[in-house]
């Protein structure tokens, strides 16, 4: 897990409510990303900044915001506009480009809407 | 859908014995990559393979790329139960977001 910081790890929310997930990294990378996971599933893309004050959609963007207001951190909202919130969260870094490096995953938060 | 798929989804060996599990994909790509997850938990990366190699070493772990066939393999050679794990290929496109696409993962279980 490294040098990136994940937290809570597990999170509980009634239905409507808008939750934050925090992400903080320690590595100095430029590059910052947020994936979901579900049970055997893989990983899908939800947003991802490659500098601060910068954001990309990614494939699975609705319902969810981010903000990169500093370059250790990249919180993501899940909102009550998101039809099916439960999941495991993971939070991700590189270097760069992805395309040179591999990406340091975070723990992951494991979130149930209820 | 997802541009890398494993095969097989779900692999069950004892140790000692080796395991292979397969990627294929269906566009070029400028690098295939290699995550291991442990249950509940962060992925970590355990090989990067570039479009113009055809092989990597990595310990107990060497990685394979046809790109005419468009399909990897990861080999874990004298299988331990800490290998127990699921294994993601990770497919970065060319021509297009640098952003990696994930498969659904091969399960593997190393019974001691």
């Known amino acids: 897990d490294g040098g990136i910081t994940q937290s809570p790890k597990y999170l509980f929310r009634k239905e409507g409510q808008n939750v934050t997930l925090s992400c903080e990294q320690n590595?100095?990378?430029?590059?910052m990303y947020w994936y979901r996971q579900d049970p055997g599933q893989g990983l899908r893309l939800i947003y991802y900044?490659?500098?601060?004050?910068?954001?990309q959609k990614g494939d699975i963007a609705e319902g969810y915001s981010v903000s990169r207001e500093k370059k250790e951190s990249f919180p993501l909202t899940v909102t009550s506009a998101q039809k099916n919130p439960t999941a495991f969260y993971l939070c991700a870094t590189s270097p760069g480009q992805v395309l040179f490096y591999e990406q340091y995953f975070g723990p992951g938060t494991r979130l149930t809407v209820t | 859908s997802q541009q890398g798929e494993e095969d097989p989804q779900a692999l069950s060996i004892q140790e000692g014995e080796n395991a292979t599990m397969n990627c294929s994909y269906k566009?070029?790509?400028?690098?295939l990559q290699w995550y291991r997850q442990n249950s509940g938990r962060g992925l970590v990366h355990l090989i990067l393979?570039?479009?113009?190699?055809r092989e990597k070493h990595s310990g107990r772990l060497r990685v394979t790329l046809d790109t005419s066939k468009k399909s990897s393999s990861l080999l874990i050679t004298a299988s331990r139960a800490a290998d127990t794990a699921s294994y993601f290929c990770?497919?970065?496109?060319?021509?297009?977001?640098?952003?990696?696409?994930f498969g659904r993962g091969t399960s593997l279980i190393v019974h001691p």
């Open positions: 900044s490659q500098i601060v004050n910068d954001f």
């Open positions: 590595l100095n990378h430029d590059a």
């Open positions: 990770a497919t970065q496109p060319s021509g297009g977001s640098y952003i990696p696409t």
């Open positions: 393979i570039r479009s113009n190699e």
């Open positions: 566009t070029s790509i400028n690098n």
